[in-house]
């Protein structure tokens, strides 16, 4: 059974520019959660989504957003990109929408720069 | 609102026995504890998961006292490879149980 997968691996953008980071779930996974991870601050929550539905959501501002598919698959979009938006954008997908409930199968992320 | 709070970072040696504990004063009744591994430059995996008592898997046992007020993520006979963040999360349903935290970075000496 494949894993998650997320695209592109690598991304470099320019301040103001906006970005589109795709996720595709392990098959017959219903939930996705996003993620950025950076040194300072760790490995903080963005956002679930199950059934095309956001179900939880984490402490960021609103240029954060996401939507999910009928297909599970889901996006995120960072608008007006800033220095401090540089960082490793995980996903994990689940089998259903849990809060944590249930495991969680991380991707290998999108290394996002911003210049 | 159950917080966790872990050791930054601890030390020990190849064929030791590692003991991480995580507290959460604030758990719920409906709450679980998970705990998840992280190495560098890649997502994290889940290890365990309980509710109280104790749970033992194939890396692992999670010890929980009757209180569950804190949680201890036990991994026997440490490798060179256990080298990583461990996290502990108190998943209850909502955005908390997503919550990863700082973790606790975990290096293993030969």
């Known amino acids: 059974k494949a894993g998650v997968t997320q695209t592109p691996r690598y991304l470099i953008k320019t301040r103001g520019q906006q970005v589109t980071l795709s996720c595709s779930p392990i098959s017959g996974h219903r939930s996705v959660s996003w993620y950025q991870q950076t040194p300072g601050q760790g490995l903080q929550f963005l956002f679930e989504?199950?059934?095309?539905?956001?179900?939880n959501k984490g402490n960021f501002p609103g240029r954060f957003s996401g939507r999910q598919f009928s297909n599970s698959r889901s996006e995120m979009n960072v608008s007006t990109l800033e220095l401090g938006d540089s960082a490793l954008y995980l996903c994990a997908s689940s089998l259903e929408a849990s809060g944590g409930y249930n495991e969680q199968f991380f991707g290998p992320g999108t290394r996002l720069t911003v210049l | 609102l159950a917080k966790t709070t872990q050791p930054i970072s601890m030390d020990s040696y190849e064929g030791q026995e590692v003991n991480i504990t995580c507290s959460h004063n604030n758990i719920a009744t409906n709450d679980y504890i998970t705990w998840y591994q992280q190495f560098p430059s890649q997502g994290p995996r889940f290890i365990i998961q309980g509710y109280k008592t104790k749970v033992t898997n194939e890396v692992a046992s999670l010890f929980i006292p009757a209180d569950r007020k804190s949680s201890t993520l036990s991994l026997p006979r440490v490798s060179l490879s256990d080298t990583a963040v461990y996290y502990c999360l108190v998943s209850g349903g909502g955005a908390d149980g997503l919550t990863f935290g700082k973790g606790t970075h975990l290096i293993i000496q030969p």
């Open positions: 989504y199950f059934s095309e539905t956001q179900r």
